[in-house]
C-alpha cells in the first residue's frame, strides 16, 4: 500500500513539462499518397522508411540475429503481428531496428484487432533482457482501452493508448478510431521526448533528470539500470495479438 501512496504521490507532483499541455500542431510530414512510400517533399526534409513495406531489410528479432521465422508477415504493403495466445514476445517476439537513434521524429501508422495489446518501443537496448518477456525500453502503449484488461492496471491510466506505459497516462479523451488506421508520433529532442496520436499531442517529458529517475523507481522499469536515460533502437512489439503497422518511417534531428 505504501508503494502505491508513493507512486501517485510522484505521478502528482510530475514537473509541467511531464503533464500534458496546450495541444499545438504536430510536425507534420505529408501523407503519401502510396503507403510505405516517400513524397518528394518528405525526402527533401530528411524523412527515411524504416520499413520498406515488403521485405525485412533492416529489422531483426530482438533476441535473435535475424528476423523470425514465425508470428509476422507481411501481406499488400502491411506488417501484421499474428494472433497467438496474448504472451508478452511469446511467439514470434519482438523486432528492433538495426541501428540506435539519437533525435527523431518517428511515425508509424498501426491498426489493432479487438481486445488487443501491442507497443512502439524507443531507446530499446536489445541486450538488457534476454530472458522472456518483452525487451526493454520507453514505450508508447497501443492497446484497446475499452476490452483489454491492462486498460485498468498501472497508476492513473498509465498502461491505456499512447501512454508512456506504466510511467506517464495519456489523456481519457484522444482522438482513436479502433476500426481505421491510426498515426503514432515519438518526438525526441535530447532529453525532451512528445507522444502525438493522430495529429494531438498526449504527453511531454524530459529524462535524464532527478524528476524521472525517481518516476522510474516506482515504476515496472525500477530494476533496469538507468532506464529511458540512453538511445537506443526503435522496437514493434509482439503481445501475441494481431496488431497491423505500414508507414513506418523516421526523420533524425
Known sequence: MKTIIIALSMLAILPASAKVKKVVAEPAAPAPTTDNVLTEQ???EGWK??????TTNGWRGAK????PQK?????DGVLKVEKANGAESGNGGDIVTEKNYHNFILKVDFKITEGANSGIKYFVDPDMNMGEGSAIGCEFQILDDLRHPDAKLGVKGNR????LYDLI???????FDITAWNTACVIVEDNHVEHW???VKLLEYERNNQEW???????KYKNWPNFGNRDGRILLQDHGDEVWFKNVKIKEL
Not at 64 to 67: A, I, M, P, S
Not at 169 to 175: F, L, S, V
Open 64 to 67: 535473435l540475429q535475424t528476423f
Open 197 to 199: 496520436l493522430n495529429g
Open 42 to 44: 518528405e525526402q527533401r
Open 160 to 163: 491505456k493508448l499512447g501512454s
Open 71 to 75: 508470428g509476422w508477415r507481411i501481406e
Open 213 to 219: 529517475n525517481a518516476l522510474v523507481a516506482y515504476s
Open 49 to 54: 522508411l524504416l520499413w520498406d513495406g515488403k
Open 169 to 175: 497516462p495519456a489523456p481519457d479523451q484522444k482522438p
